[in-house]
């Protein structure tokens, strides 16, 4: 059974940094689509990046490019999401998602990912 879970999360002032760790088991990260989203209060999930840890392609929304960026780690079986200039619009929840043996296809829908983590707060106050 695969499991994830984030850490990382907390409260920063805009212009701050964080980084977002989601640790895997049960799986060996060899070939797989890893996404991390997000939710604010009142508003839909959004996808914010993905990463296909078979080439390491990244991939990531509009919002974020340039500011964030997901990496893989496979021997620590661990995938992270640097976020940098972070504002007061990043604050949601954000969760880890895993499609195993997927490619990424369609990373940011929600439906391409069979495995979600319970999430991490990010609040970043202005």
């Known amino acids: 059974q695969v499991q994830l879970v984030e850490s990382g999360g907390g409260s920063v002032q805009a212009g701050g940094s964080l980084r977002l760790s989601c640790a895997v088991s049960?799986?060996?990260?060899?070939?797989?689509?890893m996404g991390w989203f997000r939710q604010a209060p009142g508003k839909e999930r959004e996808g914010v990046a993905a990463i296909y840890t078979g080439f390491g392609r990244q991939y990531y929304a509009d919002s974020v490019k340039g500011r964030f960026t997901i990496s893989q780690d496979n021997a620590k079986k661990t995938v992270y999401l640097q976020m940098n200039s972070l504002k007061p619009e990043d604050t949601a929840m954000y969760y880890c998602?895993?499609?195993?043996?997927?490619?990424?296809?369609?990373?940011?829908?929600?439906?391409?990912?069979?495995?979600w983590g319970q999430g991490t707060q990010v609040t970043v106050s202005s």
């Open positions: 998602a895993a499609d195993v043996y997927g490619y990424c296809g369609t990373w940011s829908r929600e439906a391409e990912y069979n495995y």
């Open positions: 049960g799986y060996t990260l060899s070939s797989a689509c």
